[in-house]
């Protein structure tokens, strides 16, 4: 079992551009994958972990409802977003600038077979990377991702996940809101949950800015040991 993980951040990237890099990487895995059982050879499988940014852009996954998007092309265009339907489970998703988005891109038999632990232990990941900035954050039941005073009418939710996984092999990830323009979440209703607002790190924190490196490394940090895995940069 190979638990090395191999890191990039790929800094600002377009949507498209880095999901056909996931698709890239994640073909290559699964032809290791088939070409192992199909000739009974043992040829270990790569572990990737991608960091990006991406300009203004909205996803819908395969379950997803266009109408939780509640505009149309022409002011996506004016306010500089593009939309794509993608492959990927839950609903409707933003990301931008000031938001941390992660892709773990792992052969699961490197590490365990149970996606429901996968997502999990993600948002394990985020949840105590954030009670290192003394925000206390949790899990709400029956909605992936992780959250802020749960159960509250003031609830909100500071990280979204969904993820596809095919042969124990995963791909898309969570993006974390850090220094996120929390104005473009008005666009839709996020992840399709009505009446739940969204925040972001240095709202919470009553900063104008978080250092997005030193939140990056505080993730790594808890995804390794979590995952009991060693990062390769």
């Not at 985020?126 to 909605?143: C, D, F, H």
């Not at 939140?215 to 060693?230: D, N, T």
């Amino acid at each position: 079992m190979n638990k090395n993980v191999v890191l990039q951040d790929l800094g600002l990237r377009d949507y498209k551009e880095t999901w056909d890099f996931q698709e890239e990487l994640f073909q290559e895995t699964l032809a290791i994958k088939i070409k192992n059982r199909r000739e009974e050879t043992q040829v270990s499988t790569p572990n990737h972990f991608l960091f990006v940014e991406h300009p203004h852009v909205y996803t819908l996954g395969k379950s997803g409802d266009i109408g939780n998007l509640l505009v149309d092309e022409k002011v996506l265009a004016e306010k500089g977003a593009k939309f794509y339907k993608i492959n990927r489970g839950g609903d409707i998703t933003y990301h931008g600038p000031g938001q941390i988005v992660g892709y773990p891109i792992l052969d699961l038999d490197n590490f365990f077979t149970d996606i429901h632990k996968y997502l999990r232990l993600l948002e394990e990941m985020v949840i105590l990377t954030l009670a290192e900035y003394g925000v206390k954050a949790e899990r709400s039941k029956g909605e992936t991702g992780v959250w802020l005073d749960v159960g509250t009418p003031f609830a909100r939710k500071i990280c979204a996940m969904g993820v596809r996984a095919s042969r124990w092999v995963t791909m898309h990830g969570f993006a974390l809101n850090v220094n996120a323009d929390l104005g473009y979440f008005d666009l839709m209703i996020p992840c399709g949950i009505k009446g739940k607002a969204v925040t972001s790190l240095n709202v919470e924190l009553g900063k104008k800015e978080v250092d997005m490196d030193e939140v990056k490394q505080k993730l790594l940090k808890h995804f390794s040991q979590l995952f009991e895995a060693e990062i390769i940069n």
